[in-house]
């Protein structure tokens, strides 16, 4: 399940080129608790490693619907597994 999540005090959008749930930051902040989360940075690279939640991984999507090849075993490890993936931009 990919949940993308919500800034806080902003309201639920319509959906945009990819289409995933949203997800409230008291939501978000259960999962993180419970360690039952896999969070997805989807900014660029620089923006990344300047500062990023921690236990993040980089997926930088940038308006592109896929990944580039250096991607891929981000892309398997979201792939195998079973937690909540919360993916952010900002």
């Known amino acids: ?3 993308t999540l919500l800034p806080a005090g902003a309201r639920a959008q319509s959906a945009d ?3 995933a749930p949203r997800i409230t930051q008291q939501a978000f902040k259960k999962l993180l608790a419970a360690n039952n989360v896999v969070i997805v ?4 690279i ?13 997926l930088p999507l940038e308006g592109r619907l896929t990944w580039l ?3 891929e075993k ?3 490890i ?3 597994t079973r937690k909540p993936v919360v ?3 900002a």
Do not use: P, W
């Open 1 to 3: 399940m990919v949940l």
């Open 17 to 19: 080129a990819i289409d």
């Open 41 to 44: 940075d989807t900014r660029n």
């Open 46 to 58: 620089e923006a990344f490693e300047t500062s990023h939640m921690r236990g993040a991984l980089a």
């Open 69 to 71: 090849d250096q991607y």
């Open 74 to 76: 981000t892309v398997a």
């Open 78 to 80: 979201l792939l195998k």
């Open 87 to 89: 993916a952010y931009c």
